[in-house]
C-alpha cells in the first residue's frame, strides 16, 4: 500500500479547446514548482498524481501545490490495486473516533464487479465494526471516507480534501507588470491578477538617497514572497531621483504626486511593452489617497498608451486588503517603515481633482524624452526565482 498525493484542478478550464494548453501548464508549474525534491508526478483522467516520495518531503510538497493557481484542492491517499480484497484491507485500517461518518465510492471503472451503494454499505460496516464510538450519517458526517475506484486499475482511499487557492494557471493568459511599491497593496494586486493566470514581472521606482537602500530591499523581499505563488518574477529597478528632482524644481506643488505617478505610468507602460507584456498591474484603491480620486487615476491612466491597466482592488476597504496581505506572507513586510519614493519631496497640499490642463502645462518645463529614456537605460534587472 502507497501512500500518493491527489491533485484536482477542478473544471474551471475544462471547456473549450484550450483546454490542453491550460493543464499542459498547470502540469509544468507543478513540475517546476516540485524541482529538487524526489518524486515522480503523473497525469491520469483530469487529475494529477505526486507519487514515489519520500514521507520527509511530505509537508513540504502539501505547502508547496497548496500556493500553485489552478490547484482547486489535494489530498493524501492511500493507492491499492482496484479488487475487493485491497480495498476491504484499507478500510480496516481506518479510525475514526467518536466521530460520524459516511463512505463516498466513486466507481470510475465501471467494469470493477460491486457496484456504489453496495460497496458504500459493506465499508460502512467494517468502519463501524472497527472502530466501536463511530457512528454513520450520510447528511451531515463529520468524516467523509472517499473511495474512487479509477479506469488505470488503481484505488484511491482518503479523507480529507485539503482546499488550495484555485484560479487560472500562472502564465496562461500571458504577462502583467506590477507596479510594485513597499506597500501594502501593490504585492496583494500581483497575488491577485496571478491567480488570473498572468505570469508577473515587476517594476519599482527608487530615488536613492532620498529612499534608502533597505526601501529597496524590503521591495525585493515582497518580490520573493509572491513568487511562492506567481513564479518567477523578472524585477526592473528604475532609477527614477532624477525625475523627481526635476519635477521638484519646475513644477507647482500641488501637481507634483500627478505627474509623478504620470512619469511612472509612462515608463511602465514603455518597458512592458518592450518585454513582451500584455498589461499593467497596478494597487490603486478608489479614493485611498489624495492621487487616487477619479481624477487623480484618470490622469495617471491617460500615461499607459500601449497596455490596459489592471486595478484588482480599486473597489477594496484597506482591510480587507490588509487581511489578504497576511493570509499571503506580505503584510509583516509592506509595514517595515521604510520610504517609498511618493513620499520623497511630499508637497503640503497635494490636488485631489488635477485638471489634466494644468497638469500638462507644468510639464512644459520638463524634457520628458530625455528623463524618461535616461531612467529606461539605467535600469537594473533582478530574476527573482523560486
Ligand atoms: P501600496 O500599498 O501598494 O504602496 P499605496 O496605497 O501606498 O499602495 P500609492 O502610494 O498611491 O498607494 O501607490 C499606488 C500604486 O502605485 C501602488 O499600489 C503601486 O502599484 C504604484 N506605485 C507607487 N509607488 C511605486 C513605486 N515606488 N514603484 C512602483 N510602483 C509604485
Ligand atoms: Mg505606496
Redesign the pocket.
Known amino acids: 500500500m502507497k501512500e500518493v498525493i491527489l491533485i484536482r484542478f477542478g473544471e474551471i478550464f475544462l471547456k473549450g479547446k484550450n483546454y490542453m494548453f491550460f493543464e499542459n501548464t498547470l502540469f509544468k508549474n507543478i513540475q517546476r514548482r516540485l524541482r529538487g525534491v524526489n518524486l515522480k508526478l503523473t497525469r491520469t483522467e483530469g487529475r494529477f498524481i505526486v507519487e514515489n516520495f519520500n514521507l520527509d518531503d511530505k509537508q513540504q510538497i502539501i505547502s508547496s501545490i497548496k500556493n500553485i493557481f489552478g490547484v482547486v484542492s489535494i489530498s493524501v491517499a492511500r493507492e491499492i490495486e482496484s479488487n475487493i480484497n485491497g480495498i476491504v484491507d484499507a478500510i480496516k485500517n481506518i479510525k475514526i473516533n467518536n466521530q460520524t461518518f459516511k463512505v463516498e465510492v466513486k466507481r470510475a471503472d465501471k467494469k470493477f464487479p460491486v457496484k456504489s451503494p453496495e460497496l458504500e454499505r459493506k465499508l460502512g460496516g467494517i468502519i463501524l465494526d472497527n472502530n466501536k464510538t463511530s457512528k454513520v450519517d450520510v447528511h451531515n458526517p463529520q468524516k467523509v471516507v472517499f473511495v474512487e475506484i479509477r479506469q488505470n486499475k488503481k484505488t484511491y482511499v482518503y479523507y480529507d480534501k485539503i482546499e488550495c487557492l484555485g484560479g487560472m494557471p500562472v502564465g496562461t493568459a500571458g504577462e502583467g507588470m506590477l ?8 504585492p496583494v ?1 500581483g497575488f491577485m491578477m496571478a491567480k488570473r493566470g498572468l505570469k508577473i514581472s515587476a ?3 527608487h530615488s536613492y538617497p532620498y529612499t534608502s537602500e533597505q526601501a529597496k530591499q524590503k521591495v525585493i523581499t515582497l518580490a520573493n514572497i509572491i513568487k511562492n505563488y506567481t513564479g518567477d518574477i523578472r524585477l526592473y529597478i528604475v532609477p527614477f531621483t532624477k525625475i523627481q528632482e526635476e519635477i521638484h524644481k519646475n513644477c507647482d506643488d500641488e501637481f507634483m504626486v500627478t505627474i509623478v505617478r504620470r512619469f ?1 505610468m509612462e515608463i511602465a507602460d514603455k518597458v512592458a511593452k518592450s518585454n513582451n507584456c500584455n498589461s499593467l498591474i ?4 478608489l479614493g ?2 489624495a ?2 480620486t477619479v481624477e487623480g487615476i484618470t490622469s495617471t491612466n491617460k500615461m499607459a498608451q500601449n497596455l490596459v491597466v489592471f486595478r484588482p482592488l480599486i473597489a477594496f476597504d484597506k482591510v480587507e486588503i490588509a487581511r489578504i496581505a497576511e493570509k499571503i506572507g506580505t503584510y509583516e513586510t509592506s509595514i517595515l517603515p521604510y520610504e ?3 513620499s520623497v519631496f511630499l508637497p503640503k497640499r497635494p490636488s485631489t481633482h488635477p485638471s489634466l490642463d494644468k497638469v500638462k502645462k507644468n510639464e512644459e518645463h520638463l524634457n520628458r524624452e530625455f528623463l524618461i529614456n535616461d531612467a529606461i537605460n539605467n535600469i537594473e534587472i533582478l530574476d527573482i526565482k523560486l
Not at 507596479?179 to 501593490?186: E, F, M, P, Q, T
Open positions: 507596479l510594485l511599491s513597499g506597500g501594502i497593496d501593490s494586486a517594476i519599482h521606482f511612472m497596478t494597487g490603486e484603491n485611498q489617497v492621487s487616487q517609498d519614493c511618493c
